[in-house]
């Protein structure tokens, strides 16, 4: 945990130096501008593998809470409103636990990622990884509570 708050706080730090001369420099009315664009591209937050790690994470974190939500409040409403869906659902929360061992695994592997060849190729495999099993679990999700979502008269986050 600290690593990876230090990756994310670390760049952070650099970027809003850089922000700040850039515009001081800019409020110098005496000052060569043409330097600007030089500091913006060294900009963190202009690094394409940081982008990656940090949307990768929000990414893995956005589909945990997601899940989350889905087991602790959607499924229990579910499965009360419509009891024949509890195999289903059953289904649906053994797919988000493997979900989220994959999930763990795409977040070391993405918050390690750099240019080396290795780091690529790790992230690759375990976002393919969860991508394959993200696709097949939406569809059976979909395709089974989508028609009783039809069924209800209200939605289900009033129960």
């Not at 937050?45 to 956005?62: E, G, M, P, S």
Request: aromatic content about 8%.
């Amino acid at each position: 945990m600290i690593d990876q708050l230090r990756q994310v706080h670390e760049p952070l730090r650099a970027d809003i130096e850089v922000l700040q001369n850039a515009l001081q420099l800019l409020s110098d009315e005496t000052a060569d501008l043409t330097r600007i664009p030089e500091m913006i591209d060294n900009l963190t937050i202009a690094d394409f593998v940081w982008q990656l790690r940090v949307n990768c994470d929000f990414y893995c974190n956005t589909l945990t809470l997601h899940h989350t939500i889905e087991d602790q409040r959607m499924f229990p409403v579910m499965t009360k409103n419509f009891p024949e869906l509890t195999p289903s659902v059953e289904r649906l929360q053994a797919e988000h636990k493997l979900v989220g061992e994959i999930v763990s695994e795409a977040k070391r592997a993405t918050l390690a990622l750099s240019t080396e060849s290795s780091t690529v190729s790790r992230a690759h495999s375990a976002i393919a990884e969860l991508a394959d099993h993200m696709q097949s679990h939406l569809d059976f999700e979909e395709a089974t509570l989508f028609p009783y979502f039809r069924k209800m008269d209200r939605d289900w986050h009033y129960g």
